[in-house]
């Protein structure tokens, strides 16, 4: 079993920044994959981005390339989700999450993203 807690979210005027965090506790040895993903109102969850926690890579969806930047501190087992030129359509509940061998998906409960004009 993997825990998952979020911190970070907030309201934030277009074209700023703000950094999620997700920090993982539990069986931390079994996690391959960590990421984020986020659902705005009236639409289903998307990712935004992931990485592969035992070589580094990274994906990321394409209407945040360049803008937003996933990294993480694996001697604190947390990820981090780095949010540059955020735009009014960013605005979304935000989720972390993490895949643990044998491939089950573990979710942190939410954190709220808000972008104002």
């Known amino acids: 079993q993997v825990q998952l807690v979020e911190s970070g979210g907030g309201l934030v005027q277009a074209g700023g920044s703000l950094r999620l965090s997700c920090s993982a506790s539990?069986?931390?040895?079994?996690?391959?994959?960590m990421g984020w993903y986020r659902q705005a109102p009236g639409k289903q969850r998307e990712l935004v981005a992931r990485?592969?926690?035992?070589?580094?890579?990274?994906n990321y969806a394409d209407s945040v390339k360049g803008r937003f930047t996933i990294s993480r501190d694996s001697a604190n087992n947390t990820v981090y989700l780095q949010m540059n030129s955020l735009k009014l359509e960013d605005t979304a509940v935000y989720y972390c999450?993490?895949?643990?061998?044998?491939?089950?998906?573990?979710w942190g409960q939410g954190t709220q993203v808000t972008v104002s004009s």
């Open positions: 990485m592969n926690t035992k070589d580094g890579g990274t």
């Open positions: 539990g069986s931390i040895s079994r996690i391959y994959t």
């Open positions: 999450n993490a895949i643990a061998f044998p491939a089950r998906a573990n």
